[in-house]
């Protein structure tokens, strides 16, 4: 039957308009869910994911059969993960390891619903008159980028970053406190760059001292380049004996651990390891500079892992 007259335009426009509000709904949801969907499954998968949503009878966009996908509650399993990483030591003279992670954030963590960076990202972690080293802006800007499409990140700040948090927080990291206690896919989880307070009282205070605001604020006062130089050796210093993580654990001095948590994730150690002490479990995430550690984590189960990189290494 052909419409005529004004009935019939009048009709037309109403189901032009209807058709443009439901796109322009489908459009919002789009939006709001496909970052969760593409951060949580691998590349390999989203064919898949495609094939399995038949087509939406306003058009054939891959957002609405998405959208489609999951308002009809289809059984479709989206594994949540959470890694932890820490100790790159990011250095100018070394960018192999940067570029390293930085293939591990396009691969894991580009995937992943929230990313911990357990201290020591950087070597130099000095910001000296609101400026970071240059060369490690693109680093700082690639894991932001991270963040604007919906990984949370936290960072920790370890003995060779500790004047990054506020710079970093402003480029949308979450800021983490050393020994603070988060529930992660369910399960109480106490977070540390290191799991030793320093040994001797020398260290204490030198320790106290770097992280006061008056100290930071004499710093600022120093010429640009002064500033960085005397940053570059300040990280040299920072250096302590090569114990392992079990020797470590032996010392006086454990940080005090939390009774409720389940599980204890610590950076700082460089030995990528997994045990139970003293009836808790205690994992130390390892590094980026030789072994190229990380931990996932879903909800069934947490994994020390190693992300392969012998292309990126010529091996």
């Not at 308009?17 to 390999?44: Q, Y």
Request: with cysteine.
């Amino acid at each position: 039957m052909i419409e005529h007259g004004h009935l019939g335009r009048d009709r037309r426009r109403g189901a032009c308009r209807f058709i443009r509000r439901e796109e322009d709904r489908r459009g919002i949801e789009e939006r709001r869910l496909l970052p969760a969907i593409r951060l949580s499954l691998p590349s390999a998968s989203l064919p898949l994911l495609r094939s399995c949503s038949p087509p939406h009878p306003l058009g054939d966009s891959f957002g609405f059969c998405i959208a489609e996908l999951l308002s009809s509650q289809r059984a479709f399993c989206l594994v949540r993960r959470v890694l932890f990483a820490s100790d790159l030591h990011a250095r100018p003279d070394e960018p192999r390891r940067e570029e390293v992670f930085r293939e591990f954030l396009r691969e894991e963590a580009a995937s992943c619903e929230e990313l911990y960076l357990l201290g020591d990202l950087f070597e130099f972690g000095f910001v000296f008159q609101g400026r970071v080293l240059p060369v490690y802006e693109p680093l700082i800007e690639e894991i932001a980028a991270l963040i604007k499409v919906g990984v949370e990140v936290f960072f920790l700040a370890g003995n060779h970053d500790l004047w990054m948090s506020t710079y970093l927080r402003k480029k949308g990291f979450r800021i983490v406190q050393d020994g603070e206690m988060h529930k992660i896919l369910g399960r109480r989880i106490q977070l540390f760059h290191g799991l030793l307070r320093e040994p001797d009282s020398l260290s204490r205070l030198a320790a106290r001292i770097m992280q006061s605001p008056t100290c930071v604020w004499l710093y600022s006062l120093l010429p640009y380049r002064l500033g960085f130089s005397l940053a570059l050796k300040a990280a040299h210093l920072s250096r302590e004996r090569n114990l392992s993580f079990s020797e470590r654990l032996q010392l006086p001095g454990l940080k005090p651990i939390n009774p409720r948590a389940e599980v204890i994730i610590s950076g700082h150690h460089h030995e990528p390891l997994h045990f139970t002490y003293k009836e808790r479990t205690f994992y130390s995430v390892g590094e980026w500079f030789s072994r190229f550690t990380y931990i996932e984590m879903t909800p069934s189960r947490l994994e020390l892992k190693t992300f392969r990189v012998d292309s990126l290494l010529g091996r």
